[in-house]
T-cell receptor
Framework: GAGVSQSPSNKVTEKGKDVELRCDPI?????LYWYRQSLGQGLEFLIY????????KSGLPSDRFSAERTGGSVSTLTIQRTQQEDSAVYLC?????????????FGPGTRLTVT | GNSVTQMEGPVTLSEEAFLTINCTYT??????LFWYVQYPGEGLQLLLK???ADDKGSNKGFEATYRKETTSFHLEKGSVQVSDSAVYFC????????????WGAGTKLIIKP
């Protein structure tokens, strides 16, 4: 079946502009994650959605970052007033969260460059 | 806190050499352990996993054993190929209520023909 898809694959934006990144998880997966992969800093957790529960936003680096998940499926990560330090690859992952497994499937990522 | 430590790269080997990439972890509770691989220009892929102590995960000739006594999950392969060149990430999950993956820094593997 189809895997996790993300769009756009690349985004170049000017400092101060807002951007929206989209994630389509695997159909039926209840959990959705956003991570950020920065050069020299590895991967960091941003936000987690599980079903209809309130999202876990504990990893968001500032209030310029927000995310929503509509209908328990598609998710959008929004970065307002982008800064150069926001440049990174933004990864989305989804999972069933079967007990004892927690296996996550990743999309190809969106490479964001803030100029 | 919960963390994962991997050996620093890059690791450069000749084809058919034996590979070990060390991974140790610190975690409360009983995490699941994973190795993910990122081939050049591609997204992260799950390579193998283990969900409890003494489990061995294996895939594509790679294997790793969940060692609770040494809190380790070292990745091994008996004979590497040029196509194994990639970045390898060790990760754990299941120790936070949100089941987020906690990542090592990644180890770049370069295989020379």
């Amino acid at each position: 079946g189809a895997g996790v898809s993300q769009s756009p694959s690349n985004k170049v934006t000017e400092k101060g502009k807002d951007v929206e990144l989209r994630c389509d998880p695997i159909s039926g997966h209840t959990a959705l994650y956003w991570y950020r992969q920065s050069l020299g800093q590895g991967l960091e957790f941003l936000i987690y959605f599980q079903g209809n529960s309130a999202p876990d936003k504990s990893g968001l680096p500032s209030d310029r970052f927000s995310a929503e998940r509509t209908g328990g499926s598609v998710s959008t990560l929004t970065i307002q007033r982008t800064q150069q330090e926001d440049s990174a690859v933004y990864l989305c992952a989804s999972s069933w969260e079967l007990a004892g497994s927690y296996e996550q499937y990743f999309g190809p990522g969106t490479r964001l460059t803030v100029t | 806190g919960n963390s994962v430590t991997q050996m620093e790269g890059p690791v450069t080997l000749s084809e058919e050499a034996f590979l070990t990439i060390n991974c140790t972890y610190t975690a409360t509770g009983y995490p699941s352990l994973f190795w993910y691989v990122q081939y050049p220009g591609e997204g992260l892929q799950l390579l193998l996993k283990a969900t409890k102590a003494d489990d061995k995960g294996s895939n594509k000739g790679f294997e790793a054993t969940y060692r609770k006594e040494t809190t380790s999950f070292h990745l091994e392969k008996g004979s590497v190929q040029v196509s194994d060149s990639a970045v390898y990430f060790c990760a754990l999950s299941g120790v936070d209520s949100n089941y987020q993956l906690i990542w090592g820094a990644g180890t770049k593997l370069i295989i020379k023909p």
